[in-house]
């Protein structure tokens, strides 16, 4: 019975392998990112901290979000960290709207995720720099008429 398991596990995994690779899983990032913008919400403001760093400062791992927002990351996120950082519902959504298996699902979170918060970070920068030229323009027009 054990062998039985056993063997049917091992031809499982070997299965949901080989169909991440012909699929391409492993190397697709476009569909992924969607769906991990979408998990992780609005991007962050100020005074208004996204999901993801109320998550991380309730677990101590607020420095490591904030290194990411910071700086162009090559480091890949241990799966601790993932683990720590979604809930379990949320990594079967991505890895069911992504259609990835739950291993390909973790190898590209631990692989986009810290990108995808320095980008994430840098948009919502953009966005209130923008915020605030626009107001400077409005009050511009305000003072000259």
Do not use: C, Y
Request: charge should be neutral.
């Amino acid at each position: 019975m054990k062998i039985s398991r056993s063997l049917t596990g091992n031809i499982s995994n070997m299965t949901t392998a080989i169909g991440d690779f012909l699929t391409g899983a492993q190397g697709d990032r476009s569909g992924a990112l969607s769906v991990l913008n979408d998990i992780l919400g609005p991007l962050p403001a100020p005074d208004q901290p996204s999901m993801l760093e109320h998550r991380a400062q309730e677990l101590g791992m607020l420095p490591l979000i904030r290194t990411w927002q910071e700086r162009d990351n090559t480091s890949v996120a241990d799966e601790s960290t993932i683990h720590a950082l979604f809930r379990p519902a949320e990594l079967q959504r991505f890895s069911n709207q992504t259609g990835l298996s739950e291993r390909a699902a973790m190898n590209i979170l631990r692989d986009l995720l810290p990108s995808a918060i320095r980008h994430r970070a840098l948009n919502a920068r953009a966005g209130w720099q923008q915020m605030g030229q626009t107001d400077a323009t409005t009050q511009q027009r305000v003072a000259g008429e």
